[in-house]
């Protein structure tokens, strides 16, 4: 619970970035913070292999190396300098409700889009492990799809901040939930290890996207001094949605099975996929009906 709490105010971080930097620079630097997680994806595991067994207690070993790096992060964080956010022009919060919020079709979009993106991610994610063990594979065996799936949340970061400010949120958003159906597709296909490692890399790459498109698409939506109840309420739908998940994940694969995991997904990435595309045509219609008021 305490690494749940910790974990949930590190995801404010991308919020922190965005706001420092102008408006077409969002995507990047959101971006730039979720990819500077591949450098966890590169050591996490082999540290956790080399510490789970350093003391008698399993695993006490690690959890103890998680507390010696999150006193590293918070010693750095306390040396940064504070910067004011350039849009924000009051220092007293909105009354803004969330359920005013919500109702901002935008808002919406972006939430409902991280939230399906962040809770399939752990949906399947919990699940994949468990599967691997079923089929008698080793716990390094597991070690090394976790690995190659982390690579895939983070490292495409840099890729997707880029294409969130070129081509919009909406677009990366769409590509980030048809990616997380090839991976669904392709645990369909097989058992096998590399069947494993495939749709988990592609797991942690459709999540990035969402991830960083969902984050980009919400700052559009609130004014500054509404930010942080925007930005909570995203925070706690994701974290609501991915704890439900992360319970749902093992009895469904223990009464339904590894194909009934990912078959689950498939209906919620569509409707991120359609709420989208409403989206983009709702704006499409208000710009239309602006250009003719001009004229």
Known sequence: ????????????????????????LRGRAAAAVVGAGVVAAVIAPSLGSATRDLLTV????AYLLVAAMALTGALTLSGL???????????K???TRWRELVKRP??????LTTAIGHGLMTLVMNATPLAMH???????????????????????????????????????????????????LTAYHGVTHLHFLSSSFLLGVGWCLMLVAGTTQLAFGYEADERAN?????????????????????????????TAVNSLAVPFLLLVVVVQLVQLGSENKADCSANDDGR
């Open 81 to 91: 300098p504070v910067h004011k956010a350039p849009q924000a022009h009051s220092s």
């Open 58 to 61: 399993p695993f006490a070993g």
């Open 230 to 258: 925007a930005q909570g309420l995203m925070e706690l739908t994701n974290g609501a949605v991915a704890a439900v998940m992360s319970f749902t994940s093992g009895a469904v694969i223990a009464q339904a099975g590894w």
């Open 134 to 184: 079923g089929e008698g594979m080793t716990l390094d065996a597991s070690g090394t799809v976790i690995q190659w799936h982390m690579l895939g949340m983070f490292l495409p970061a840099f890729l997707a901040g880029p294409l969130v400010d070129r081509y919009g949120a909406r677009a990366v958003a769409c590509l980030g939930a048809v990616l997380l159906m090839i991976s669904a």
């Open 93 to 95: 919060p909105s009354p």
């Open 106 to 111: 935008v808002i919406k979009a972006a939430i």
């Open 1 to 24: 619970m305490p690494i749940g709490a910790y974990q949930a105010s590190a995801m404010y971080y991308r919020f922190a970035a965005l706001e420092t930097v102008e408006l077409d």
